[in-house]
């Protein structure tokens, strides 16, 4: 195949389709091109030398695709990177992994993550750390950030991640790609690692949204092995790549433009909100007033959540096990030799607020601002269509930056958590490069089930400008 990783993932299922490169050549291309790049970024955990291609026809048939290391694939190393988990093998496909399967997709390898996808940075991987595809001394974003700098160094065309507070989209922005969250209960749960189980969602991560849009008419879809998959008509999310933004409102918070952001990322936004206008957006100032409660409402659901979740790794049922001469010994060898030390500050957080003592006073308490977060977007979506904020408060911090001040990383998810506590889609597409010449994410979050008009805003941006063809220096040369 002619060596051009500038390509995206509907321009190679064209050549497929034309018969100009097979799928075995377009394989081996991009296992080639992992080989050889990805040392310095520490994307991918593990490559697989060959993928079965079904003999399906769909658009995306033969396209290789990155799978986050907290998605099943059957037969496969699933390690969540924790040590707990080193040598575990998963049993059965993910829903989403079946459903890449028989569209035809080439599962080419597992991408980096924070542990159990706790962390913004994805530092904490038993793996080491992923660097960031722009500058290799700043971190590539968490917890998907194997994913993200894989799709950015265009080491693959697309990659799957998953979000509880904004690990698809965060990492997106640092990395400069698309990051898509979708409304809770679009896309199965069933083969996800739970991290926190009514916030969690998978997504795609793609350089453009027309591969977005490909990709989310796989994923999407009701399925009876995740009860709280919500039964929808099949949409086709194609329908919504046109160029034209006439007349949807866009509302913009004053709450996402206060202290803390960063004045690179607030101008950025101020240009996508031109380039909106420009196609014939509305531009509607909005107040989403609980926002402020959003950071310390998701540490307290998503911690209670993982403390709980994380209880089947006992050494007993999953992974790695510590022999000793009694249950309790074995128990606490296992976890305390296994977990990391922010698996062990979630789990401790969590069983805190869900301690018997404590449980009205943090748990109950943080669902009831869980609602009020979520009557706000309810509130704003009665007058507006979406919302556009940044995705995070900066570019991409520096390696080590962040990580001995836990507070201060779980700031960087101040403008993404809410979309998880209310369930909404939400998506980060790049929109611009700050002086050191690291990509701004913007962050586009809409009403539930209404991935379409996200899809149609990001289309019309794409089309309308270049950031998304960028790639980064090191990348950007011929293996
Ligand atoms: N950074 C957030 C956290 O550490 C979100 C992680 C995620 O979305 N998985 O919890």
Avoid at 462 to 476: A, E
Wanted: hydrophobic share 40%.
């Amino acid at each position: 195949m002619k060596d051009n990783f500038s390509l995206f993932g509907y321009e190679i299922a064209e050549k497929i389709k034309t018969a100009e490169v097979t799928k075995s050549e377009v394989f081996s291309w991009f296992k080639q091109r992992v080989e050889k790049l990805d040392k310095p970024l520490n994307s991918f955990v593990s490559l697989f030398d060959s993928a079965d291609i079904s003999e399906q026809k769909s658009l995306f048939s033969g396209l290789p695709i990155a799978i986050k290391d907290n998605i099943c694939i059957k037969g496969k190393k699933i390690t969540c990177a924790s040590k707990i988990l080193s040598n575990h093998i998963a049993a059965y496909d993910a829903t989403v992994i079946s459903r890449l399967k028989t569209a035809g997709l080439a599962i080419i390898g597992t991408t980096n993550m924070d542990e159990f996808a706790f962390g913004s940075s994805t530092e904490n991987s038993c793996y080491g750390l992923t660097k960031n595809p722009w500058n290799i001394n700043c971190v590539a974003g968490g917890s998907s950030g194997g994913s993200t700098a894989a799709v950015a160094a265009r080491l693959v065309p697309f990659a799957l991640g998953s979000d509880t507070g904004g690990s698809i989209r965060q990492p997106a922005s640092f990395c400069g790609v698309v990051g898509f969250k979708p409304t809770y209960g679009r896309v199965s749960r069933f083969g996800l690692v739970a991290f926190g189980s009514s916030l969690d969602q998978i997504g795609p991560i793609t350089t453009n949204f027309i591969d977005s849009a490909n990709l989310l008419n796989i994923i999407c879809g009701f399925d009876p092995f995740d009860s709280t998959s919500v039964k929808t008509i099949d949409e086709d999310f194609t329908d919504s790549l046109i160029e034209d933004c006439k007349n949807i409102k866009i509302g913009v918070p004053k709450e996402y433009f206060q202290e803390g952001l960063s004045p690179v990322c607030r101008e950025a936004i101020s240009a996508v909100i031109e380039t909106f206008k420009a196609k014939g957006a509305i531009i509607v100032d909005i107040s989403l007033p609980y926002t402020s409660y959003a950071v310390a409402t998701y540490y307290i659901v998503a911690s209670s959540e993982a403390s709980s979740n994380l209880q089947r790794f006992d050494g007993v049922k999953y992974g790695a096990r510590c022999e000793a001469s009694t249950v309790e010994d074995m128990y606490s060898l296992t976890r305390g030799n296994n977990f990391g030390s922010e698996a062990k500050r979630r789990i401790f957080l969590g069983t805190y607020s869900l301690s018997s003592g404590y449980y009205d006073a943090y748990y109950v308490r943080a669902l009831k601002v869980r609602r009020l977060i979520k009557n706000d977007f309810d509130k704003a979506f009665r007058e507006v269509d979406v919302i556009l904020t940044p995705t995070a408060p900066s570019t991409a911090f520096r390696v080590g930056e962040k990580i001995s001040d836990p507070l201060s990383m779980y700031l960087s998810d101040v403008y993404t958590i809410s979309a998880n506590l209310a369930g909404l889609p939400a998506v980060s597409f790049p929109c611009g490069f700050d002086k050191d010449n690291l990509p701004i994410g913007a962050q586009l979050i809409g009403k539930e089930f209404d991935e379409k008009s996200l899809i149609r805003l990001g289309y019309s941006y794409q089309q309308n400008t270049d950031f998304h063809k960028k790639i980064p220096k090191l990348f950007g040369a011929k293996v």
